[in-house]
């Protein structure tokens, strides 16, 4: 299990001028992300937001797209990271816990971005975990999940605990529609490819 500290203590304790070190920052937008809002209009009026936000580049990518973007993290110090990284930025971002989003949180987000953070958190809590984000998409919006993935036949241990196939299907059980796959072959140890899904309600 992971321990209730430990993604504080990695953002406390790497150095603000070693941000590269965190073994899940890449200090860019996921490219997936990129890649979808590339092949979508700029909008207006609209709200995204995006979950254990970290070093908040991918609420910037949302924000450059036209988006009001919410991007939360457990983490006092990666948000305050993000802050300070970003001091332009009209992002909100804040410290939460995905476990306790208020009610008026549900359906209110017309894009919600979730990368690496479902993983990271431990099995027992998976199906809890995709329901709430399943609830805080919009009618007619739209998820996208950056996770890794592995066969279901295997056992890859964690954490972070790459999704089962199964564990990628509860967005559709709980009432999300897959429109797009892309499997993507991962060359870390921690499982053998990564999944990004897109998801509309
Ligand atoms: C593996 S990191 C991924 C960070 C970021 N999404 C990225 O791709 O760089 C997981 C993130 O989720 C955050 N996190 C962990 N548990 C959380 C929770 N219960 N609620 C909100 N954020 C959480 C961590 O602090 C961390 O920033």
């Known amino acids: 299990m992971t321990e ?15 941000l590269a070190d965190i073994p899940w920052a890449t200090l860019s937008a996921n490219i997936y992300l990129l890649e979808y809002l590339n092949t979508q209009k700029k909008v207006e009026g609209k709200r995204a937001l995006v979950i254990g936000c970290g070093l908040g580049d ?3 990518a949302l924000e450059a797209q036209g988006y009001t ?18 001091p332009t930025s009209k992002t909100n971002f804040y410290v939460a816990d995905i476990f306790s989003m208020p009610k008026a ?11 690496l953070t479902v993983q990271s958190l431990p099995r027992e809590e998976r199906e809890k975990l ?17 996770a890794h993935t592995q066969n279901d ?8 605990w790459p999704l089962y196939a199964r564990e990628f299907k509860l967005f559709e059980q709980n009432g999300l529609k897959k ?12 499982a053998p490819s990564k999944y990004c899904m897109v998801y509309k309600k």
């Open 105 to 115: 949180s549900y359906e209110a987000y017309d894009f919600v971005y979730e990368g």
């Open 179 to 190: 429109i797009s796959e892309v499997k993507e072959a991962e060359t870390k140890a921690i």
């Open 69 to 86: 973007v919410d991007a939360m993290d457990i983490s006092p110090t990666a948000i305050a990271l993000a802050k300070e990284r970003h």
């Open 4 to 18: 209730k500290n430990f993604f504080e203590n990695v953002y406390k304790n790497v150095g603000k001028d070693r």
């Open 153 to 160: 036949k295997d056992n890859y241990g964690g954490p972070p």
């Open 130 to 146: 995709i329901s709430i984000i399943t609830e805080l998409v919009a009618k007619n919006g739209t998820l996208l999940v950056y």
């Open 58 to 60: 991918d609420a910037l």
